[in-house]
């Protein structure tokens, strides 16, 4: 079983930035990849960001797309998203989420899940 524990929400003016830290129970290489998802009220859960700890390849939404990176550190078991040029419609609960099997985009592959850490914009 992998727990996954997130860190690092908070509230932020546009503009700013973030850090959300993901600290997983198991040694990294037990799964396959690390993913950031996000969900704001009313809207379905969308992928963020992936990080696949074999080769540290990582991909992204294109709305995230060159403001936010995300890294692994295999030491730690622990994934970042790192977040810059905040702005309002990155407003969501940010979920970490972990997969022994595939390297996905969609929620349902991933088979562990944090409890979510809340990221507010404000204009």
């Known amino acids: 079983q992998v727990q996954l524990v997130e860190s690092g929400g908070g509230l932020v003016q546009a503009g700013g930035s973030l850090r959300l830290s993901c600290a997983a129970s198991?040694?990294?290489?037990?799964?396959?990849?690390m993913g950031w998802f996000r969900q704001a009220p009313g809207k379905e859960r969308e992928f963020v960001a992936g990080?696949?700890?074999?080769?540290?390849?990582?991909n992204y939404a294109d709305s995230v797309k060159d403001r936010f990176t995300i890294s692994g550190d295999t030491a730690k078991s622990t994934v970042y998203l790192q977040m810059n040029s905040l702005n309002p419609e990155d407003t969501a609960i940010y979920y970490c989420?972990?997969?022994?099997?595939?390297?996905?985009?969609?929620?349902?592959?991933?088979?562990?899940w944090g409890q979510g850490t809340q990221v507010t914009v404000s204009s």
């Open positions: 989420a972990a997969s022994r099997v595939v390297v996905s985009t969609k929620p349902h592959d991933y088979s562990y």
């Open positions: 990080f696949r700890w074999s080769d540290r390849s990582t």
């Open positions: 198991v040694r990294a290489f037990n799964t396959v990849t």
